[in-house]
């Protein structure tokens, strides 16, 4: 464990403010690149590190999820039905965290999110070329799932249907399993699931994911709490930068293009899937 010192204080503090940008802005917690480099940029023990990434998806979650309720983005319903399955599967990463293999469960992660990563990709440039589409006034709902929000980067009302429920609960299992073995919010796998599986736009999913991750974070946080891994000091300063970062992410997320974030998110995951093969092999 470094010493914080008033300059490590200020690196943690910049990270952790990247890190709550692109966590509120796509959804993802920003675990997935907070775990790497508390390990290899300042040597804190894999176990430690996951643990205050947790803390600190917490944070982001905290930080944005009311907001994005208040502006009709998160998708209640939707968040509520699919964090149950998503805190289950964290409970159990943790619990599994000393006795699964690490490079077994990086493989596996690493060769879903790279097909994940090309139709995000296909998606969003397919929507790009044609534009953005705002649906105009509410439509009757189909299913207690469905919703709308007020996208003014489109200029209008989007609504959407929510479809294959049954499917993305077990996913978010999967998910919610990733987050409390290595730390990394499950958001990464949690967006794909509403965006292409469900059929929920990207700032939708965007915003429902961080008020899913949060829960499922806070549940695996408390085993490695109770277990006294969670480095006080260090994280302390890392919440304070991701809470900063996350109040800038709110504003960005509300007025960028859905078909753009779509893109974005599209190359993380593919980075992500990248560095999880490779690091498995």
Known sequence: MPELTPLISLALLGFGAAIGLLGSVLGVGGGIFMV???VLVFGV???QAV?????????????????NVERGLANIRLGIALEVTTALGSVAGALLANRLSGAAVQLLFGLTLLPVSVLMFLKGRRALRHGPAASGPRAAKSSAFDSAFYDPAAGGHTNYEVRNMAPASGVSFFAGSLSG???IGGGVVQVPVMNLLCGVPMKAAAATSNFIIGVS??????????????????????VTGVLLGSFLGIYVLYKARSEKLQIIFSALTLLVGLKMLFGAI
């Open 36 to 38: 790497p480099f508390l």
């Open 181 to 183: 073995l290595l730390g």
């Open 217 to 238: 974070a806070a549940a695996s946080a408390f085993v490695y709490f109770r277990r006294g891994l969670v480095p006080m000091e260090l994280t302390g300063v890392i």
């Open 51 to 67: 643990a205050a990434s947790l803390v600190a998806i917490v944070a982001t979650s905290s930080a944005v999820a009311a907001v």
């Open 45 to 47: 023990p894999i176990h």
